[in-house]
């Protein structure tokens, strides 16, 4: 007699690390001599380590480095080959179809893995001052939906400042279980409503996200199914099927076409001033050298130092 299958009852610990994209706004201080265009997450702002091994760095110790999954671009192979030397789930997306496709497709590759999982994603493109500070946020966001199969919860960082760069998160009500809700988003605002946003107590959206496997796939079903069903059989079907499906993929915003529309779902975790930029203009990085004269360098075979210009 076989005994019935029970699950556990203390689902596993992942991180999802985004390191897929371009960052095309800060070309003009990663452009290398041959014209070539080194993503930010690939660069290190001291000569040391990249920021994608600074994102690494920052994964809290409840996820063990085995449970650690990391999302690249093909294109990119040159600079992720060495951050990633070693680690077991590399996720390679054949393209640059958009945020969504780029956490769907390592999505539906953790679901294989470990259905239950709970998950903190984390974008590789951000530099945090105070990471301690910043590591038991994720701490406690993950605690906080170790027991809801249902939840996402999204960090906001306590504003510093009234930036009009950012994307906000309004916050609402508290629930019956004592989180903070969200209202609405608001990206981008000119700064008269980021001088208002921030008076109200609204929040800089991170893009960190503590949820589970089990509600990220509820909001791609809700949000964007085709999507997610036209990944899911060509995932299924496998390489050669996802390489010719991505670039007839469209392009969609997991910020704008999920998030917003979920708000009322959401749930957030205020962040105290933690030193958090996502390094997003270079006006940011002349910020930061004005405060520690970073410079700015590749991570290929030899390091070269970026040439960084006036915002």
């Not at 702002?45 to 999954?69: C, F, K, N, W």
């Not at 999507?227 to 060509?234: C, G, P, T």
Request: proline share 8%.
């Amino acid at each position: 007699m076989t005994r019935p299958q029970t699950l556990d009852p203390i689902p596993p610990r992942w991180a999802l690390v985004l390191a897929g994209g371009e960052g095309r706004r800060l070309q003009a201080l990663t452009t290398l001599g041959d014209g070539t265009t080194v993503p930010k997450q690939f660069c290190s702002l001291h000569g040391g380590r990249t920021l994608l091994q600074d994102t690494l760095a920052r994964v809290p110790s409840s996820i063990a480095a085995e449970r650690v999954m990391t999302v690249v671009t093909r294109a990119h192979r040159r600079f992720w080959t060495r951050d990633l030397a070693g680690r077991a789930h590399v996720v390679e997306q054949p393209g640059l179809r958009g945020t969504a496709a780029g956490i769907v497709l390592p999505l539906l590759t953790l679901a294989e893995h470990s259905p239950r999982a709970r998950l903190l994603v984390l974008p590789s493109d951000h530099h945090v001052e105070h990471g301690e500070r910043f590591v038991e946020a994720c701490e406690l966001a993950l605690d906080c939906i170790e027991d809801d199969d249902t939840l996402t919860m999204l960090l906001g960082i306590s504003p510093e400042t009234a930036d009009s760069e950012y994307g906000w998160i309004v916050p609402d009500e508290i629930d019956d279980a004592g989180r903070l809700c969200v209202r609405s988003f608001v990206e981008k605002p000119p700064l008269a409503q980021a001088v208002s946003l921030r008076h109200r107590g609204a929040l800089w959206n991170s893009f960190v996200m503590a949820t589970s496997v089990p509600a990220l796939l509820s909001l791609f079903e809700r949000h964007l199914p085709a999507l997610l069903e036209q990944v899911r059989r060509a995932h299924m079907a496998g390489p050669l099927a996802l390489a010719r499906l991505w670039p007839e993929l469209p392009s969609h915003d997991f910020s704008s076409e999920i998030l917003a529309h979920a708000a009322p779902s959401l749930r957030l975790l205020p962040v105290a001033p933690c030193g958090w930029t996502d390094l997003g203009t270079p006006a940011r990085i002349a910020q930061l050298a004005r405060a520690s004269a970073p410079t700015m360098r590749a991570a290929i075979d030899e390091p070269v130092v970026l040439a960084r210009r006036s915002a």
